[in-house]
């Protein structure tokens, strides 16, 4: 073995050609970018939604509806889970609990809704509750308490 016979190994190395570097390389000349244009020239950065001057998809489509930024989205829990929950010998449910048992995720707000039958007698804590909802816990002999 001597320096004559080197070669890096195997897959070290990438077989990728050299651009503008001389006519010879076959790759000189506006080394494959083309003619003129914004594409050809350096600093070239294409923004998101960019159709080449021709009017975006996105501001040629009709907008419509309204969206509230102020909207408080609730995570909707039955009244038949609570039960169920009851029926693991949990006496007091409140958003811990409900996280515990993957209900609800870190930073849900949840909403109580009248859905289904309660037997057991609970001490509910939610941020709101449905008119159903209280009713039936209040019937079964709990209480409900807003967060």
């Given amino acids: 073995m001597d ?82 929950l009851a029926d693991k010998n949990i006496d007091i449910i409140d958003i811990h609990v409900l996280k515990e048992n993957g209900l609800i995720a870190k930073s849900d707000l949840v909403k109580i809704l009248g859905n289904g039958e309660i037997k057991a007698k609970l001490k509910v804590k939610a941020h709101a509750f449905s008119k159903s909802a209280i009713e039936k816990i209040e019937a079964a002999g709990g209480t409900t308490e807003k967060i």
């Fill in 3 to 84: 320096l004559s016979n080197l070669k890096p190994a195997k897959g070290s190395t990438k077989n990728k050609k050299r651009v503008g570097r001389g006519e010879g390389s076959g790759r000189g000349g506006t080394s494959t970018r083309g003619h003129k244009g914004a594409k050809s020239r350096s600093g070239y950065k294409r923004k998101k939604g960019f159709e080449g001057g021709q009017m975006p998809l996105q501001r040629t489509t009709p907008k419509f509806g309204f969206k509230n930024r102020n909207r408080v989205e609730y995570k909707g829990i039955n009244v038949a889970v609570l039960q169920q």
